[in-house]
């Protein structure tokens, strides 16, 4: 039998949970266990689902502050962060509470009787979540699943068990037997939920989203995938310096950088080179260090990997004629933690401004005017978010109409979502319908159009 192991990247002696893998057949049979009790829970009256997840809400929020001990714990999360991901679950539950009272379908003409469609949730959600957000993204895929009439069955990161499995205790009571479920695994409980849900939604990395894609396209059940991106932020000649450099440093350094959503390359129009030392100096002060302190903004990565692929970052660009401006090496001591690297004169088509990194690392891309910024910022396989930073609205909106991501932010960082607004990204960042807000119900339910006749 093998164990599923999370480590506390703050201290790597300090073992969070040790538990049994659930095995295939064991996979199977909590789904089948789901199908059942979803039958009966979607007949429920529409108010009793939003109580249910009303009564969630509440006991999350009354025990938000041991979620929010046990995430910094177990993925080394800063405190003043990790406060604010599990207040936004609370905020999650409550906003879904209410979908399960909005309308779920439409009248249309007909030629004979009333023709009516209306949305039907497909039965178990397999959700496969990352270890980054513990809290938030199990819940903004778990919360419209339930809302809408699913059951659900969960598969956490290895690195963000605990915190997962605390979160079904904290719910599992106010949702019929069998209706959410977290199962421990790795890529053979992944696999066996995928071949056996009705639907499945994933976050995590392109490769794995392939080919949970590809696994569950096999199948002819619906599939989403939100895999990462190369977010830049662009930063025009008229932009406020101190302000923009605020937010890029912080999107990019932030968590270490952990997030599908930081910056990972500053696009720089024109010379920028006061630019360049306000970002430095905003990098410098940003505090790193124990994530379990409230002014900490850069604590470990998650692993003694992650650590590693920052430090390569840095030497691979240096030997390929870039700058290492900030940071680029490891910090001594107990814990994965690394210095945030700031990388300066690499080719916009280099490895290190192509790929995600996913740690503490950002390129800076010079270009001369907006037609290059936009082909720069457009030039990478992922379509996530991007910013723009400038005191022109008219610019901002030009350039917005062309950026290929799924979401543009203005004078604003590219980490960030809000959770009742579409989220997900083109090309390679994302597949299939877009999450959270009223859009989930897109993925989390099928139509059906009756013509009822008298």
Request: with cysteine; aromatic share 6%.
């Amino acid at each position: 039998m093998s164990l599923i192991r999370s480590v506390s990247p703050a201290a790597p002696g300090d073992v969070v949970v040790e538990i049994a893998e659930a095995e295939p057949a064991r996979v199977i049979e909590v789904v089948e266990r789901a199908r059942s009790a979803q039958r009966s829970y979607t007949a429920l009256p529409p108010v009793a689902r939003a109580d249910a997840l009303n009564a969630a809400a509440e006991a999350l929020a009354a025990r938000s502050g041991e979620v929010t001990e046990l995430a910094i714990r177990e993925v080394g999360k800063p405190r003043l962060e990790m406060e604010g991901e599990t207040a936004r679950g609370v905020s999650i539950l409550r906003y879904y509470a209410q979908a399960v009272l909005d309308p779920d379908g439409s009248s249309l003409p007909a030629a004979t009787g009333v023709m009516v469609a209306r949305r039907r949730p497909h039965g178990v959600a397999g959700l496969i979540t990352p270890w980054n957000f513990p809290v938030a993204i199990p819940l903004w895929k778990a919360a419209p699943a339930l809302a809408y009439g699913n059951a659900v069955v969960c598969k956490p990161a290895p690195a963000a068990t605990a915190v997962a499995l605390l979160l079904e205790e904290i719910l599992r009571p106010y949702l019929p037997e069998g209706v959410f479920t977290v199962i421990p695994g790795d890529q053979a409980a992944g696999s066996a939920l995928i071949a056996s849900a009705d639907a499945v939604s994933f976050t995590g990395s392109v490769r794995v989203g392939r080919q949970v894609v590809e696994a569950a396209a096999k199948r002819g059940i619906p599939v989403q995938a939100e895999m990462g991106g190369q977010n830049a932020s662009i930063v025009l000649p008229d932009a406020d310096i101190p302000r923009a450099a605020k937010m890029v440093a912080t999107a990019a350094m932030g968590f270490s950088g952990q997030k599908c959503t930081a910056t990972s390359r500053v696009v720089l129009v024109g010379e920028g080179d006061a630019f360049i030392e306000a970002l430095v100096a905003e990098i410098a002060a940003l505090e790193r260090g124990n994530p379990a302190t409230r002014s900490t903004v850069i604590g470990p990565v998650v692993s003694e990997a992650a650590r590693v692929a920052v430090v390569e970052a840095a030497r691979e660009a240096r030997r390929t004629g870039g700058t290492v401006i900030a940071g680029g090496a490891a910090v001594d001591g107990d814990g994965y933690f690394v210095e945030p690297t700031l990388i300066d004169g690499i080719d916009p088509g280099s490895r290190l401004a192509q790929e995600e990194i996913f740690g503490p690392v950002a390129s800076v891309l010079r270009v001369r005017d907006l037609e290059e910024a936009v082909a720069v910022a457009n030039g990478v396989r992922y379509g996530l978010v991007s910013s723009v930073f400038t005191g022109d609205l008219g610019a901002a909106l030009a350039m917005a109409g062309r950026l290929e991501t799924g979401l543009v932010r203005t004078n604003a960082p590219t980490s960030g979502v809000d959770f009742y607004a579409p989220f997900g990204g083109v090309k390679e960042s994302s597949y299939g319908p877009r999450e959270q807000g009223k859009a989930a119900a897109d993925f989390y339910t099928w139509t059906q159009t009756m013509n009822l006749n008298p």
